[in-house]
């Protein structure tokens, strides 16, 4: 049997290469050849004139088909088909329906070319044709010897001549229109680069937006789209490679007579050029014959940036495009390679599909078919990888929010089972989803900020900012600044527009810490503000308005403030809406050792140390412990306790906790007041003010009545004396 092409020109649509097939064993015999018939099926052609080669040599059947060559032909752009020369036997172009390459035009003559088979080799004869015939651009008046790569114009289609077949398939095909030969509404197989690049992956199953594609054969189109419409359906559906892989081949299987099928998945990166590292990832086979991988040749055509899929038939013995059975023998008859690539082009697998004897050969539909079936799989093994990187980067995030979480855990987290911790957690989880002003009091250290951020978290605004700013840290004119924000130029120092806590806070929760200390000329523009009028920056004109949510913190009594007029009754009874008091650590009984377990396991990661716990005397020493600096007190003993603790429990030893003294804070001093020096007393005092300060020189100094470099002074001599 052998094969036939036909190539359509005219002003019909865009057409592709329809390949045809008939029994002509007689004809064979009567030329003297060996017989090639195959029960192939109902033949389409009822007869052969071929013109038979001149003087065929005498070589043997093995040499002959060592000199093996391809005619690679082009559609659009889209494919290649390959026709197959195997010494003696070539090839005629025409217009006649009994040539191997038919050539549907009227600029071809019946019987226009052909190639055939010499002593020199493969050869080239114009049949007197009325157009001529070229050969890489000059016309052939003589039988011509092809060389590689050599370029056939017959009737202005392009015929690229190959001994090899990666020779030809990669690269596009070139052919200048020579004066006189196909019209402009002739089809023809030149196309510029970006017409290639976009038309040679699309199938015409698939909606083309130029409308000039159709199938190779439109009796089982209806069929064909049901199959596609169905397997794209079921690509969507799937989540993973294996059963996309599976549903492919079970597609290919139900609507492509095969004998064998391979699907081949890119590894994530593929060397360029490597086809050794796409592995095979399933298999069908129709009958006992196994799935064979095809030649590395055959891979590497398809596989590279510009390839495309290839339909070869009669293609019994050749080792580029089969590869043998267990037998030794190189049985297929027919092959599609096809890529698969996504969107952005990207190669993302390659489909296989072969027939040997006995099974119909795979035609210009089948191309058609598998063609848009490696569009839907492409895409799909494209949209898998895309989920399967977002979900690494989404479990990415999720572990380093987790980690953020467990780093900032101290911050939100409130430790204690005693019943007035019970009280605050109930308070902030009434409160937290309101917009209600906060008030939170209690003594310096014992963890108002921490409340603060609790009812942030646990309200509406929790994925908006929280902050924070201590009002007593800075003057009255810089907090105005802080708070509101000045416009450049508005001070000495204003060199640049600067957005103030209120505008950086919209939306989510402003904490003000010590809210005691804001002067009087501050509150009342603060007043104003959390009442929902607008404001100006300091130096501006521009009216702002802002949602936020106001938490306010003091260690002071606000209420003998106002009373004393230092502090806005408007304001208080503004800010006392909630009002939330966090008792001091020794009043909250066995808390003490809940925080401090909590505070050793925490420095215990952070310093990579094994301190088990406390030993009974160590918790004797902190629960008897006054702890006038609270929460924040707690949490510096037991760090120093890991840094310079070498054993695996903390003693009471460890513990640098400071005596009581009667009627005064812990301080270093263990004497009766009333023998103590003036000197003794006013290092004690001082030391009360700065722990009541949270260390707050400025504060302290203020307090105390003195300027800070005095108090500096004063501190650098009570180091000393240590």
Not at 189 to 214: C, N, V
């Amino acid at each position: 049997m052998r094969s036939r092409l036909a190539i359509n020109g005219g002003r019909e649509l865009p057409q592709i290469l329809v390949w045809r097939e008939q029994e002509a064993e007689q004809q064979w015999s009567n030329l003297g050849f060996e017989s090639r018939s195959h029960d192939l099926g109902a033949s389409i052609l009822t007869a052969m004139d071929r013109h038979p080669p001149e003087n065929p040599p005498q070589t043997s059947t093995g040499a002959l088909q060592d000199q093996g060559a391809y005619l690679i032909l082009r559609s659009a752009g889209r494919w290649s088909d390959v026709f197959r020369l195997t010494p003696p036997q070539g090839a005629v172009f025409g217009r006649a329906s009994t040539n191997e390459i038919i050539i549907r035009t009227e600029q071809a003559s019946r019987q226009h070319a052909r190639v055939f088979w010499s002593e020199e080799g493969w050869k080239l004869e114009d049949l007197n044709s009325r157009n001529g015939t070229l050969l890489n651009g000059q016309p052939v008046s003589s039988p011509t010897r092809l060389e590689d790569a050599d370029l056939i114009e017959v009737a202005g289609f392009a015929i690229t001549f190959a001994r090899r077949i990666e020779g030809g398939i990669g690269e596009p095909v070139r052919s200048p229109k020579a004066p006189g030969q196909a019209t402009e509404d002739q089809i023809t197989l030149e196309m510029d680069d970006s017409s290639i690049t976009d038309r040679r992956r699309h199938s015409s199953y698939l909606f083309d937006p130029t409308g000039s594609a159709k199938p190779a054969s439109e009796a089982n189109q209806g069929q064909s789209s049901r199959h596609l419409l169905q397997l794209a359906f079921a690509l969507a559906r799937c989540d993973r490679i294996e059963q996309a892989v599976d549903i492919v081949l079970d597609c290919l299987a139900a609507h492509v007579q095969l004998d064998t099928a391979g699907v081949y998945v890119c590894q994530a990166k593929k060397s360029r050029g490597q086809t050794q590292d796409i592995p095979l990832a399933g298999t069908r086979q129709s009958g006992s014959r196994s799935y064979r991988r095809p030649p590395d040749s055959l891979l590497t055509s398809v596989a590279t940036e510009e390839g495309e899929a290839i339909l070869a038939r009669n293609v019994m013995g050749d080792e580029q495009l089969a590869t043998e059975n267990s037998r030794g023998e190189l049985d297929a008859q027919s092959v599609v390679m096809a890529p698969a690539r996504d969107q952005r082009n990207q190669l993302r697998g390659l489909v296989h599909v072969t027939t040997t004897e006995g099974t119909p050969p795979l035609g210009a539909d089948e191309l058609e078919f598998i063609v848009a079936t490696c569009e839907i799989f492409g895409e799909s093994l494209g949209n898998l990888a895309d989920r399967k990187r977002l979900d690494r980067s989404l479990r990415k995030s999720q572990k380093q929010i987790k980690e953020l979480q467990d780093r900032l855990g101290d911050k939100v987290n409130i430790v204690g089972k005693s019943a007035s911790i019970g009280e605050i957690v109930q308070q902030i989880g009434m409160a937290a989803p309101t917009n209600a002003t906060v008030l939170v009091r209690g003594e310096s250290g014992v963890g108002k900020e921490l409340v603060a951020a609790a009812l942030h978290h646990a309200s509406d605004r929790s994925g908006e900012p929280l902050i924070c700013l201590n009002c007593a840290a800075l003057s009255p004119t810089l907090l105005e600044s802080e708070l509101f924000g000045h416009e450049k130029g508005a001070f000495t120092g204003a060199t640049e527009r600067k957005r103030g806590k209120f505008e950086a806070a919209n939306g989510g929760t402003l904490m003000l810490d010590e809210i005691g200390e804001m002067s009087p000329e501050v509150q009342a523009k603060f007043l104003r503000v959390i009442e929902g009028h607008p404001f100006e920056r300091v130096g501006g004109h521009e009216p702002i308005k802002v949602d936020v949510r106001v938490v306010a913190a003091t260690n002071r009594d606000l209420q003998t403030m106002v009373r004393e007029g230092k502090f806005r009754q408007d304001l208080y009874y503004r800010l006392h809406v909630v009002e939330i008091l966090v008792p001091p650590l020794r009043k909250r009984g066995k808390d003490c050792l809940l925080l401090a377990d909590y505070f050793l396991s925490q420095f215990n990661q952070e310093m990579g140390r094994r301190i088990e716990g406390f030993s009974d005397a160590a918790k004797k020493a902190l629960l008897e412990y006054s702890w006038p600096g609270n929460i924040r007190e707690l949490k510096n003993v037991v760090e120093r306790a890991v840094v310079l603790n070498t054993k695996d429990r903390i003693e009471a030893t460890d513990l640098a906790l400071a005596p009581a003294t009667e009627g005064l804070p812990a301080s270093g001093q263990a004497d009766d007041p009333a023998q103590m020096t003036l000197a003794a007393l006013e290092q004690i005092h001082i030391e009360r003010v700065l722990r009541h300060t949270d260390g707050n020189k400025s504060r302290a100094s203020a307090i105390l009545g003195i300027e800070r470099s005095t108090l500096d002074r004063k501190l650098k001599r009570f180091a000393a004396a240590r």
